[in-house]
């Protein structure tokens, strides 16, 4: 028996420099040391194009280095219709981002990927991750925290159905959301 299709998660942001690489690099470290790696495929995208190819921002690097995270690999690419089918949830950083995605959007599924990352943190008094491009390094090791408690909250929704095989895998909600029948 071969191993199911990884569950597929990208995190979304402005240029996919800063905040949306953090996200990735946090869920990927929480796959790995649960053992789900091969289980859980996290990326990252922008809805911009001002940086595609590049690097993750110097100040990103640097905080997920400081937390010790690797997000050396990552280069920046902007999320596009194909990415859509291309993933199983769709993770906005913020309220703008979301009403972005949920607009390019071409059927109910589509829209029905499309979540907040901060809905997955009980404790969360917006439901934005603040942009820290134009602020210095206390603010990026702020984002990443929020993130990093954020993400804790998805993966914690998310592994017991990656544990299960692929077959049943029911659509992961939001916590405010019911489970349907």
């Not at 280069?75 to 607009?103: C, G, P």
């Not at 059927?107 to 969360?124: C, E, I, M, N, Q």
């Amino acid at each position: 028996m071969t191993d199911p299709d990884p569950f597929r998660v990208i995190f979304v942001c402005t240029g996919n420099i800063c905040r949306s690489p953090m996200a990735e690099v946090v869920l990927r470290a929480l796959a790995v040391q649960r053992g789900l790696a091969s289980r859980v495929l996290s990326r990252s995208a922008g809805t911009g194009d001002w940086h595609l190819g590049e690097r993750a921002d110097e100040r990103t690097l640097d905080c997920l280095t400081r937390r010790g995270y690797d997000g050396s690999a990552h280069r920046a690419r902007q999320f596009s219709a194909a990415s859509f089918a291309e993933n199983d949830l769709i993770v906005a950083l913020d309220r703008t981002h979301e009403r972005i995605l949920k607009a390019w959007a071409r059927s109910d599924d589509d829209k029905g990927k499309v979540t907040l990352l901060r809905a997955f943190d009980p404790h969360a008094s917006s439901m934005d991750v603040p942009d820290p491009y134009y602020a210095g390094p206390p603010m990026f090791d702020s984002v990443l925290a929020m993130i990093e408690t954020a993400t804790r909250g998805l993966f914690s929704q998310l592994e017991p159905a990656v544990r299960a095989p692929r077959t049943t895998l029911r659509a992961l909600r939001r916590p405010d959301q019911e489970d349907l029948p």
